[in-house]
């Protein structure tokens, strides 16, 4: 069964880091694209940051530009997310997305969530 585990999230003081790692099984993480998205308190699911299958192109939103970095780890199958200097508006659920095709099926799976609270 194909799982993402989301790893990595805490409590956290204004200013501080996390590395958030989205792990996979039954699923080879570098075939398909991967996205972190991040739910605040009361406030709509949004994307964060974005990773292609092929040749690593980034995304980042406007908000965690120059903060955030995501990266591949393929000999772990995993997908890290270094944040930097943190904000308390960085506190949410952040979840990791896989989403991709194979032989024609697309495919798009969630994990779990990993709670993130920035303290000011």
């Known amino acids: 069964q194909v799982q993402l585990v989301e790893s990595g999230g805490g409590l956290v003081q204004f200013g501080g880091s996390l590395t958030l790692s989205c792990a996979a099984s039954?699923?080879?993480?570098?075939?398909?694209?991967v996205s972190w998205y991040r739910q605040p308190p009361g406030k709509e699911r949004e994307l964060v940051t974005s990773?292609?299958?092929?040749?690593?192109?980034?995304y980042y939103a406007d908000s965690v530009k120059g903060r955030f970095t995501i990266s591949r780890d393929n000999a772990q199958n995993t997908v890290l997310l270094q944040m930097n200097s943190l904000k308390p508006e960085d506190t949410a659920v952040y979840y990791c997305n896989a989403l991709g095709a194979v032989a024609g099926t697309a495919y798009d799976y969630w994990g779990q969530g990993t709670q993130v609270t920035v303290s000011s």
């Open positions: 039954e699923l080879t993480l570098s075939n398909y694209a």
């Open positions: 990773i292609s299958s092929i040749g690593g192109s980034t």
